[in-house]
Every structure is written in C-alpha cells, then in structure tokens.
C-alpha cells in the first residue's frame, strides 16, 4: 500500500476491532458476559449513544484481584475508566496514529458527526495494515531488549519523519511525534541500562532535559542539553549514583546516535549537577546581574522538562525561578533587548541578507533569523505571566487566550512560527538524504518563488514580535 494513500485514508475504511457497548448502570456481570459473548477485548460505556468510558479485561483481572467483598452492586460505571480519547470515525489515519503515540495508549473510540458510538480502532488493526507507522515503530521502542536493539530502532527514527512530512501532516503533530519518539527512547534507555549494568538514577535527584528538548520541539535528534537537580540534603553517596547515572546515559545517548552538546551542557559535567539551592542561587545572579554570559545561561535553564527522577523538585524550581524573574522588570527588559538583537535578514526592498563569507556564504540562519526569536518571546511573555509550560505553539495560543496578544498577531506568529519550522526540518532531511550532517541554513535562491514569498511574510511576523517586545517591555528605555 501506497504510504501517503495509507496515511490519508479515513479510519472507518481500515479493518476495526469488534467492541461491544454498554450502558453505565448495567450490572457488571452482565457487562462482562457480553464481552464472553461478543468475544471482545471489552466494552465501551455508552450514555445515550455517547461513549463516555471504557472496561478492559485489565479492569476485571484488577477487579478480582484487589476486591474481596462482593461485585454483586457494581456497575459498569463504577470501574470503567473515563474520560477516554475519542476520534471521528471520518478524520484520517494519521490523526489516529498521532492520538496513540502521544497519549501512549493503544485503542481509539470512534464517534459520528453526532458524537454518538461509531466503533473502535487500535494500533493492531493499524500495523496489521501498514508496519511503517509511527505506532508500530513506539512499539518497537518498548520491546527492545537490549541497547544495541534499541540502537538499530532509534534509526527509524528518520524514517518516520520523513514518512510524516511526505504525507503532508501539520508540522505541529509532526514535532510532537519526534519529541514523543525522542522521550521514549530516553525512558527505553534508562531502563535497560539499569537492568543490564544495575545503574539507576536515586532517590532526590531530578534529570532534566533543556532547550528544544525542554519545550518538546526538537526538530531532528539534537545535540544533548542537560542537567540535573539534587534535593537539598541529598548525602554524597547518592550524589555519586546521580553521577555515575548521568555519565552512563548521556554515554548511552551518544551511542543511540545522540550527540553529546559541543559546549558540555550534561549532566555528566558536574557543573550541570546541583542541588535545588544551588541552582536557584545561580539563577538569581542571573536575573541580579543580567551578563550575555548569565543571560545564556539563564536561557539555557529557561526551558527544562523532568524527564526522570523526583517530579516534584522540577515543580518547585520552576515556580522559585518565575517568581524571581517575573518579578524583576529590569531583568524581563533584558530578556526582551536580547531577544530583539535577532532580527530577521530582510534589507531594503525586502531582499534577503545572506551570509557574506565561510562555509555558508549565501545562505539564511533559519533559526537565528527567527526561530529564536518566536520561541524566545513566546518564552518571555509566558514567564512574565506565570504560564511557563508546554511548546511554542501553545504558549502563543495561551498569550491569545488571556489577551497579552490579540488574535491577529496570535495566529500571523503561528504562521510565521509553523513555516519556519518546517522549512528548516525539510532542509535538514534534504541533507541527510544527499549524505551531509544536518543544520540551519537554507538558501533562499532554492526555493521556489511562492516559498520565498512565505519566507519573506514569516520574517516579517518576527519583525512585529520584535515590536511588541520592545515596546511592552520599555527597551528603547535601556542606555546599556
């Protein structure tokens, strides 16, 4: 089958699960017997038509399990599980294959225009029809045995991309589906290296992820960026587990096909291993004493993700960081004067400002000429308004939402943001493909007329963020 047919094909044309349905005050045994009967893998709780949750054999098997008073008054409502993920039965494969990957689930209900019950699909119903699919490959992931397995799988990785983009899918879904792939061949990682050399991260200690990786927007497999966060009275031996952990996960990575970060931002670097009190002191000597230096390295902190260990000490760095900075209107003027020095390569007339000399003369810094720019003031305006969570996209939509930005310069930012990303993670497969390491620069005397003409209206969308930054911000206001 065709790929692209594949992808764009609507669910209800695959093969479907049989699934029965139920009513939320029905009996479970009733419930159960009609999954024997049907011979189903459970039963969907329908209200009225509408599907409102679901019962695995797993709910009964837990149910025996852990109950030991009678199940005689139970209903199907007291141990389905809800809410549950939903699509309609008209939307496209790939929007089903993208709901699986990033709720890690492995079964969709399918509803009709109405929102009534219209079905079930799964990821078996999926691979049993095309193996090429980001579902199949996440399984893949988890049932690799060793890291050598796991290093043959990551290089699918490309595959994937490439499959997703040649289909047409929103570059959105496709940066979630590579961060989705990116975090579960981390996690994949992490345990088989404590399982097979007994190296596991300890207790109080938090492993998080930076830059790109940190907002889930890494367009292909980046260099790493790093760190990690002790508890205040973590003792020294647990220090030296958190050290000898982090040495052998980021050599891991690099095995895997990750590239350790040129400027040793790891969490191997003992500089990049502090604990709580620790790091938040740095940052205040950053927001204190705005320095290029602290700036980059505030920057680099500003978008950290957990992506193992303790959760909680993540939350409270967080909140201790934004307090600090969002209270420091010199400090988020700073932010905003640095943010503003990007600015994009248009010259009079609209021309492109090209690279004058070395390896990429005649070209564009996709992410310096806006990139930056947009995820940077996206950064800012979120942290100035305590909404410090989540990608680009959705920290714009969160500024429309609550008014920081109006609807017009919401959506010509994400266009503007949407093709810039897309154009540099095209670029970069158009490298990889022709046998060279991937990067940001593009020429724009490649590109066809009608995507010179885009380039040239994103670059002005950055220009009006640069606007708004400056002028919310006073920067105009600061001599130094």
Not at 117 to 122: K, M
Request: with cysteine; glycine share 6%.
């Amino acid at each position: 089958m065709n790929e692209d047919s594949f992808l764009f094909k609507k669910i209800h044309q695959l093969p479907q699960t049989h699934i029965v349905t139920c009513q939320p005050w029905q009996n479970i045994h009733a419930v159960a017997a009609a999954i024997r009967e049907g011979k189903s893998s459970g039963a969907v709780v329908c209200d009225h038509k509408i599907p409102i949750g679901v019962i695995t054999d797993r709910d009964f098997r837990n149910l025996v399990a852990e109950r030991r008073e009678s199940l005689e008054e139970l209903k199907a409502e007291d141990i389905m599980t809800s809410p549950i993920v939903k699509i309609d039965k008209d939307d496209y494969v790939f929007e089903a294959i993208y709901l699986m990957a990033s709720n890690n689930i492995h079964r969709l209900v399918l509803t009709d225009n109405d929102g009534f019950f219209a079905g079930a699909i799964t990821a078996d119903d999926i691979t049993t029809v095309h193996t090429s699919t980001p579902v199949y490959f996440n399984r893949e992931v988890e049932g690799c045995k060793s890291i050598e397995a796991l290093k043959k799988v990551n290089e699918g990785v490309l595959n994937i991309v490439n499959f997703s983009v040649d289909a047409g899918a929103k570059t959105r879904d496709i940066i979630r589906l590579i961060s989705h792939f990116n975090d579960s061949i981390t996690h994949r990682a992490i345990a088989l290296i404590e399982q097979e050399k007994g190296i596991a991260i300890p207790d109080g200690v938090t492993f998080l992820v930076l830059g790109s990786e940190g907002r889930e927007e890494q367009t292909l497999r980046t260099d790493q960026d790093n760190a990690m966060v002790f508890r205040d009275d973590l003792d020294e031996e647990s220090k030296e587990k958190a050290a000898r952990f982090a040495e052998e996960l980021i050599e891991t990575l690099a095995y895997l096909g990750v590239p350790k970060c040129p400027g040793n931002t790891m969490a191997s670097n003992p500089e990049w291993r502090k604990t709580e009190s620790e790091w938040v002191n740095i940052v205040d000597q950053c927001i204190d004493t705005p320095t290029p230096e602290n700036l980059l390295i505030f920057g680099m902190f500003q978008d950290f993700r957990a992506l193992h260990g303790d959760m909680e000490l993540e939350e409270r760095l967080r909140k201790g960081i934004i307090q600090k900075a969002s209270t420091s209107a010199l400090f988020m003027a700073r932010l905003a004067k640095n943010v503003s020095r990007f600015t994009p390569p248009l010259g009079w007339f609209d021309r492109f400002i090209l690279e004058k000399s070395g390896e990429h003369k005649g070209k564009i810094n996709l992410k310096k000429a806006g990139i930056f720019t947009i995820t940077e003031g996206a950064n800012l305006l979120a942290m100035e308004t305590d909404h410090w969570h989540g990608t680009t996209w959705d920290k714009l939509e969160k500024m429309e939402e609550i008014g920081v930005l109006d609807t017009e310069s919401t959506e010509e930012l994400l266009i503007s943001f949407n093709f810039l990303v897309r154009l540099r993670l095209t670029n970069q497969l158009k490298l990889i493909d022709a046998g060279k390491p991937p990067n940001d620069y593009v020429d724009p005397n490649t590109l066809r007329p009608i995507e010179q003409a885009r380039l040239r209206d994103a670059f002005h969308g950055v220009k009006k963020l640069i606007r708004i930054l400056r002028d919310r911000y006073q920067v105009d206001l600061i001599t130094n």
